[in-house]
Protein backbone atom coordinates (compact mmCIF):
# COMPACT_ATOMS: atom_id res chain seq x y z
CA UNK A 1 0.00 0.00 0.00
CA UNK A 2 1.08 3.69 -0.35
CA UNK A 3 1.79 6.04 2.16
CA UNK A 4 -1.48 8.04 0.84
CA UNK A 5 -4.01 4.82 1.03
CA UNK A 6 -1.80 3.87 4.73
CA UNK A 7 -2.83 6.91 6.54
CA UNK A 8 -6.28 5.51 6.30
CA UNK A 9 -5.40 3.00 8.58
CA UNK A 10 -5.68 3.42 12.41
CA UNK A 11 -5.18 1.81 15.29
CA UNK A 12 -8.59 0.95 17.78
CA UNK A 13 -8.60 -0.31 20.78
CA UNK A 14 -12.36 -0.87 22.44
CA UNK A 15 -12.51 -1.40 26.20
CA UNK A 16 -15.85 -2.57 27.69
CA UNK A 17 -16.21 -4.48 31.28
CA UNK A 18 -12.19 -5.03 31.83
CA UNK A 19 -11.97 -6.33 28.46
CA UNK A 20 -10.42 -5.22 25.47
CA UNK A 21 -9.88 -5.92 21.95
CA UNK A 22 -7.13 -3.79 19.18
CA UNK A 23 -8.56 -3.50 16.09
CA UNK A 24 -7.55 -2.48 12.23
CA UNK A 25 -9.28 0.22 11.53
CA UNK A 26 -10.37 2.32 8.47
CA UNK A 27 -11.21 5.74 7.97
CA UNK A 28 -14.26 5.63 5.38
CA UNK A 29 -15.35 9.58 4.61
CA UNK A 30 -18.65 8.29 3.42
CA UNK A 31 -19.83 7.11 6.98
CA UNK A 32 -22.06 9.59 8.20
CA UNK A 33 -23.98 7.22 10.57
CA UNK A 34 -25.09 8.58 14.24
CA UNK A 35 -26.99 6.99 16.98
CA UNK A 36 -30.31 8.18 17.28
CA UNK A 37 -29.97 7.01 21.03
CA UNK A 38 -27.13 8.32 21.79
CA UNK A 39 -26.10 11.38 19.19
CA UNK A 40 -22.84 9.59 18.75
CA UNK A 41 -20.97 8.35 15.43
CA UNK A 42 -21.22 4.69 15.04
CA UNK A 43 -18.47 2.57 14.10
CA UNK A 44 -19.12 -0.45 12.62
CA UNK A 45 -17.03 -3.68 13.61
CA UNK A 46 -17.99 -7.08 12.37
CA UNK A 47 -19.31 -10.31 15.13
CA UNK A 48 -15.39 -12.35 14.46
CA UNK A 49 -13.61 -9.16 15.01
CA UNK A 50 -15.53 -7.75 18.02
CA UNK A 51 -15.85 -11.66 19.43
CA UNK A 52 -13.16 -11.19 22.04
CA UNK A 53 -15.75 -8.22 23.68
CA UNK A 54 -19.15 -9.69 22.90
CA UNK A 55 -18.12 -12.98 24.10
CA UNK A 56 -16.91 -12.14 27.48
CA UNK A 57 -19.63 -9.87 28.20
CA UNK A 58 -23.73 -9.52 28.07
CA UNK A 59 -24.08 -6.64 26.07
CA UNK A 60 -27.04 -4.21 26.30
CA UNK A 61 -27.49 -3.30 22.68
CA UNK A 62 -29.69 -0.88 21.06
CA UNK A 63 -31.07 -1.20 17.41
CA UNK A 64 -30.19 1.66 15.56
CA UNK A 65 -31.05 2.77 12.04
CA UNK A 66 -28.64 2.90 9.13
CA UNK A 67 -29.39 4.94 5.89
CA UNK A 68 -26.95 4.29 2.88
CA UNK A 69 -26.70 5.22 -0.46
CA UNK A 70 -28.80 2.53 -1.89
CA UNK A 71 -31.12 1.13 1.29
CA UNK A 72 -32.15 1.88 4.72
CA UNK A 73 -31.69 -1.25 8.12
CA UNK A 74 -31.13 -2.08 11.28
CA UNK A 75 -27.64 -2.92 12.89
CA UNK A 76 -27.00 -3.84 16.40
CA UNK A 77 -25.33 -1.24 18.86
CA UNK A 78 -23.52 -0.80 22.18
CA UNK A 79 -22.09 2.01 23.85
CA UNK A 80 -18.56 0.83 25.21
CA UNK A 81 -17.21 1.71 28.43
CA UNK A 82 -13.75 3.56 25.79
CA UNK A 83 -12.63 3.77 22.24
CA UNK A 84 -9.26 4.83 21.61
CA UNK A 85 -8.15 5.21 17.89
CA UNK A 86 -4.21 5.80 17.63
CA UNK A 87 -4.15 6.44 21.14
CA UNK A 88 -6.75 9.60 21.58
CA UNK A 89 -10.32 8.70 23.32
CA UNK A 90 -12.97 8.93 21.64
CA UNK A 91 -16.68 9.13 22.13
CA UNK A 92 -18.98 7.02 19.54
CA UNK A 93 -21.02 3.94 19.47
CA UNK A 94 -19.78 0.35 17.92
CA UNK A 95 -22.05 -1.02 15.43
CA UNK A 96 -22.41 -5.21 14.77
CA UNK A 97 -22.54 -6.40 11.54
CA UNK A 98 -23.00 -9.38 10.62
CA UNK A 99 -20.97 -9.48 7.84
CA UNK A 100 -16.99 -9.93 7.32
CA UNK A 101 -16.03 -5.86 6.51
CA UNK A 102 -12.93 -6.75 4.21
CA UNK A 103 -9.50 -8.52 5.21
CA UNK A 104 -7.70 -5.73 5.44
CA UNK A 105 -9.34 -3.65 8.14
CA UNK A 106 -11.98 -4.91 11.19
CA UNK A 107 -13.49 -1.55 11.68
CA UNK A 108 -14.97 0.92 9.60
CA UNK A 109 -15.05 4.71 11.22
CA UNK A 110 -15.52 8.55 10.01
CA UNK A 111 -12.02 10.07 12.07
CA UNK A 112 -13.77 13.94 11.02
CA UNK A 113 -17.33 13.04 12.67
CA UNK A 114 -15.64 11.44 15.48
CA UNK A 115 -13.06 14.20 15.99
CA UNK A 116 -15.52 16.82 15.31
CA UNK A 117 -17.80 15.41 17.97
CA UNK A 118 -15.04 15.30 20.68
CA UNK A 119 -15.99 17.22 24.04
CA UNK A 120 -13.01 15.64 26.36
CA UNK A 121 -9.75 14.80 24.81
CA UNK A 122 -7.66 12.16 26.53
CA UNK A 123 -4.38 10.43 25.30
CA UNK A 124 -3.25 6.66 26.60
Not at 61 to 82: A, E, H, M, R, W
Amino acid sequence: KSAEQMKNYHEVIIYHNNTSVSLIGFNDTGNSLVSENYGLPIIIGDEESLKPIIAHNKINYTNSVCYTVLDCGIIKTFQPDSIFIDGKKCSAIVGVSRSLLHADFDILFNLDNIMNNEMEISYV
